[in-house]
């Protein structure tokens, strides 16, 4: 099946420092999510990308769209202590008539005063 | 902000016994999924359903699973037998339109076989 790697697999950092993380597949997406979790709770959709180079922006964040289609990647700006939890990368396939995500393996981030 | 809202928040059941998941969809979406996160993993595909049928299902979706729309917002998702293994956070998602794969996801419920 498909598979989505996250690196780093976790990160502790300084508030006020800027992150970044990546996600790479071994088969291409036509569209990137980027989600949040909170501990106990559900993903958050923070980002999706629809388009090969494409770079979007929510805030803090900007996350790029990979040319090849097979990688993308999240950078966080000027982290905060609410930026702390876990980052997953998703690739959605149409399957029938509905869609269906794979997740990535996750990036967990701390962030220390 | 409408959002997918889940029940129950936490259960506990004993193993062999039938559990059901409920799930409030965002109301003007079409499409309903589950996904399931076993503690410390990455969250994975379960089922879809749109247009009151499954679209597709993981192999983890064997038989003891099955999905319902009794009505006309709620989703639900029944464990027949429950085994130890089951034990995980189930999400409930919904997303409005095929090709825009943005799902939305709910707050999740824990499971736990004992």
């Known amino acids: 099946g498909q598979q989505l790697n996250q690196s780093p697999q976790s990160m502790f950092i300084q508030e006020g420092e800027d992150v970044s993380m990546n996600c790479t597949s071994s088969?291409?997406?036509?569209?990137w999510l980027w989600y949040k979790q909170d501990p106990g709770e559900g993903p958050v959709l923070l980002i999706a990308?629809?388009?090969?180079?494409e770079l979007t922006s929510n805030g803090r964040l900007t996350a790029q769209f990979g040319i090849t289609r097979k990688d993308s990647f999240l950078n966080i700006s000027a982290s905060i202590p609410s930026d702390v939890g876990i980052y997953f990368c998703?690739?959605?396939?149409?399957?029938?008539?509905?869609?269906?995500?794979?997740f990535g393996t996750g990036t967990r981030l701390q962030v220390t005063l | 902000e409408p959002e997918v809202t889940q029940t129950p928040s936490h259960q506990v059941t004993q193993m062999g016994q039938e559990v059901i998941l409920r799930c409030v969809p965002i109301?003007?979406?079409?499409?309903f999924y589950w996904y399931r996160q076993i503690l410390g993993q990455k969250v994975e595909f379960l089922v879809s359903?749109?247009?009151?049928?499954?679209?597709?299902k993981s192999e983890i979706f064997d038989d003891q699973f099955s999905v319902e729309r009794p009505d006309g917002s709620n989703f639900t998702l029944k464990i027949r037998s429950t085994k130890l293994e089951d034990s995980a956070m189930y999400f409930c998602?919904?997303?409005?339109?095929?090709?825009?794969?943005?799902?939305?996801f709910g707050q999740g419920t824990r499971l736990t076989v004992v």
């Open positions: 998602a919904s997303s409005a339109v095929t090709g825009v794969t943005e799902a939305f």
């Open positions: 088969s291409i997406f036509n569209t």
């Open positions: 990308l629809y388009k090969a180079g």
């Open positions: 998703a690739g959605p396939r149409i399957s029938g008539t509905a869609s269906k995500l794979t």
């Open positions: 109301s003007n979406h079409l499409y």
């Open positions: 359903f749109y247009n009151n049928e499954i679209s597709e």
